[in-house]
């Protein structure tokens, strides 16, 4: 099914037809001529009956015993094919607010995660006759894509590698709004947006997941602290030896060293012993 344009004139034209329809039954009422009575009734009444408002970011699907005839998407007041069924469809944008869904991630960790989506209707043709009921087609797509959206990705990636659902945000709003589009085309309807508005973990396994997160924390850190720690000794001994200032062999560059990464390394602050010499 394909939208198009429906036949139509403008309303006001056959408000005036219809009120001289009425004025001849009332002319013909006077002189008592019934034929004529039936005749100018039935014409004001097929008048009226085609006529049509259609309001702003609205369409009228019109349909004629059962035949799509076109739609009317021009605002106003409109006389169309008289004795059909017009149907009302929105093309405002409106917003889907998908429910929390329970749902397991790539890992096989549950996660809750829910999401926004944007859409308007494009094509009211599609949207009334190829789907029941398009706003419940968007309510389950959504659900349904969100779903496997949800199990294409982890929900933390550790290792930075690849996408995640926490950590890769715009990317999984992207890939949502692309496969539902894909699979709302069928009913008419563009998704201008599609965002996760909630998203952690079931609450069964929270409290386990954020001590792994509080540990890859601390390992990460404590990796950047080894790493310049390293550096600034080599920096150190460099130096040193660059400048002569002292000259140290093996055993106490390895004390040296020792030291200055007990010193830098440690979360504490260090505590010097001073050596003041020997009695003998």
């Keep these: 099914m394909q939208e198009r344009k429906a036949w139509k004139v403008n309303g006001f034209l056959a408000i005036f037809l219809a009120l001289v329809s009425i004025g001849a039954t009332v002319y013909y009422s006077i002189h008592f001529n019934f034929a004529m009575i039936l005749v100018s009734s039935l014409l004001a009444l097929i008048i009226l009956s ?10 009228r699907v019109v349909v004629f ?11 106003g007041l409109w006389m169309t094919v008289p004795l059909t069924v017009r149907t009302m469809v929105s093309l405002r944008v409106s917003n889907f607010n998908c429910k929390t869904l329970k749902v397991n991630d790539v890992e096989g960790n549950p996660v809750e995660i829910a999401a926004v989506v944007v859409f308007r209707v494009i094509d009211s043709a599609r949207a009334i006759f190829d789907v029941t009921n398009y706003e419940q087609f968007v309510e389950i797509q959504s659900e349904t894509a969100l779903r496997h959206v949800a199990t294409k990705h982890p929900y933390d990636n550790f290792s930075e590698q690849g996408f995640s659902l926490r950590g890769n945000a715009e990317e999984v709003a992207a890939e949502l709004t692309r496969e539902l589009q894909e ?18 973990y079931a609450t069964e396994i929270a409290s386990a997941m954020l001590q792994r997160q ?35 062999d093996q055993e ?24 003041t010499g020997s009695l003998y």
């Design 50 to 59: 085609s006529l049509t408002i259609v309001q702003p970011n609205q369409a």
């Design 65 to 75: 015993f059962g035949r799509y005839m076109g739609s009317i998407r021009d605002n």
């Design 183 to 200: 699979r709302l085309a069928l009913a008419g309807v563009e998704v201008m947006e599609a965002r996760l508005t909630h998203l952690a």
């Design 214 to 248: 509080q540990a890859s924390a601390i390992l990460a850190a404590r990796q950047i602290i080894v790493d310049g720690a390293v550096g600034m000794v080599q920096m150190a001994l460099l130096r040193l030896e660059k400048e002569g200032i002292l000259e140290l």
């Design 252 to 275: 106490r560059k390895v004390a040296m060293i020792n030291n200055l990464l007990v010193a830098i390394i440690s979360e504490r602050g260090a505590q010097p012993i001073l050596n």
